[in-house]
Nanobody, 126 residues
Framework: QVHLVESGGGLVQVGDSLRLSCVVS????????MGWLRQAPGKDREFLAA????????HYADSTKGRFTISRDNARNTVYLQMENLKSEDTAVYYC???????????????????WGRGTQVTAAS
């Protein structure tokens, strides 16, 4: 089991950039892929991006390609989500998640994630 703690959220202006961090602890050697998802009020949880913990391959939702970048620093046990040109519709709670399920990162589904952080609020206001 792994423990995930997100940080970096806050109130920003539309058009601003923001970088979220997720520090991972515990049985990290069992992790295969990690991801970022978000949930806006009244909406379902939405997959944003995933990264292979060991190889670093990435996978993005179509809605985030070009604006969001996922990366990881294994030495720091940290995964990042860099977000550019934030829009009001990006307002949500952002979650970091991890899975031990085998398989390439391109095939990760939201239901594959077994461990979740508590989330960090991002609010983009005009």
């Amino acid at each position: 089991q792994v423990h995930l703690v997100e940080s970096g959220g806050g109130l920003v202006q539309v058009g601003d950039s923001l970088r979220l961090s997720c520090v991972v602890s515990g049985r990290t050697f069992e992790m295969t892929n990690m991801g970022w998802l978000r949930q806006a009020p009244g909406k379902d949880r939405e997959f944003l991006a995933a990264i292979a913990w060991k190889g670093g391959n990435t996978h993005y939702a179509d809605s985030t390609k070009g604006r969001f970048t996922i990366s990881r620093d294994n030495a720091r046990n940290t995964v990042y989500l860099q977000m550019e040109n934030l829009k009001s519709e990006d307002t949500a709670v952002y979650y970091c998640a991890a899975t031990t399920s085998p398989g390439p990162v391109q095939l990760v589904l939201p239901g594959d994630f077994e461990s979740w952080g508590r989330g960090t609020q991002v609010t983009a206001a005009s």
